[in-house]
């Protein structure tokens, strides 16, 4: 069943502790994104990658990394650089000048 | 940097009516498009218009663009309490690294 899945769904960080975000599609698509959002607000990028091995900042990178070793995967760590990353994260796909597909999200809590 | 911007940030309607939510941009674009989110869940993809078009239809929803204005409107018709929801623009460039840039989207409700 084709799609992109988050993971995981909720997970709570103590300072100064490093945490990973699970992204995983199998629809084949090259470009991958990583936003984020805040209550009541719109969604803020945080890096993206058009093609394995590559990809780019966007908006609000500071505090974050990733990678991209295999197509189907685009994880995001949330680095203890990060002072405020109590936030709900959602990572798209696309092929590319078509629809994203959205994963179900992961709401991080600071603890 | 938000490259879309809702308008208005906030609707409440009765069920039956209209909604109206407009989105400006600021760059050259190749496409617009727009998302749907129910609370906190990730977004699902309603339409998608080119820069070449002016108009397009998908059930209830119609949407317009004007180039010119950098502008985009969405309508939905014959609202439901169903359609409670956040709606966003999205935004991807022509030129220069491609990326899909969201608005702060309307936040619409629809009362029975």
């Known amino acids: 069943d084709g799609g992109i899945t988050q993971s995981p769904k909720y997970l709570f960080r103590k300072e100064g502790q490093n945490v990973t975000l699970s992204c995983e599609q199998n629809?084949?698509?090259?470009?991958m994104y990583w936003y984020r959002q805040d209550p009541g607000q719109g969604l803020r990028l945080i890096y993206y990658?058009?093609?394995?091995?590559?990809?780019q900042k966007g908006d609000i990178a500071e505090g974050y990394s990733v990678s991209r070793e295999k197509k189907e995967s685009f994880p995001l760590t949330v680095t203890s650089a990060q002072k405020n990353p109590t936030a709900f994260y959602l990572c798209a796909t696309n092929r590319g000048y078509t629809e994203a597909f959205f994963g179900q999200g992961t709401r991080l809590t600071v603890v | 940097s938000q490259q879309g911007e809702e308008d208005p940030q906030a609707l409440s309607i009765q069920e039956g009516e209209n909604a109206t939510m407009n989105c400006s941009y600021k760059t050259s674009i190749n496409n617009l498009q727009w998302y749907r989110q129910n609370s906190g869940r990730g977004l699902v993809h309603l339409i998608l218009?080119?820069?070449?078009?002016r108009e397009k239809h998908s059930g209830r929803l119609r949407v317009t663009l004007d180039t010119s204005k950098k502008s985009s409107s969405l309508l939905i018709t014959a609202s439901r309490a169903a359609d409670t929801a956040s709606y966003f623009c999205a935004t991807e460039r022509i030129q220069g690294a491609q990326k899909l840039v969201f608005g702060q989207g309307t936040r619409l409700t629809i009362n029975p």
């Open positions: 629809l084949n698509h090259d470009a």
């Open positions: 218009i080119r820069s070449n078009e």
């Open positions: 990658s058009q093609i394995v091995n590559d990809f």
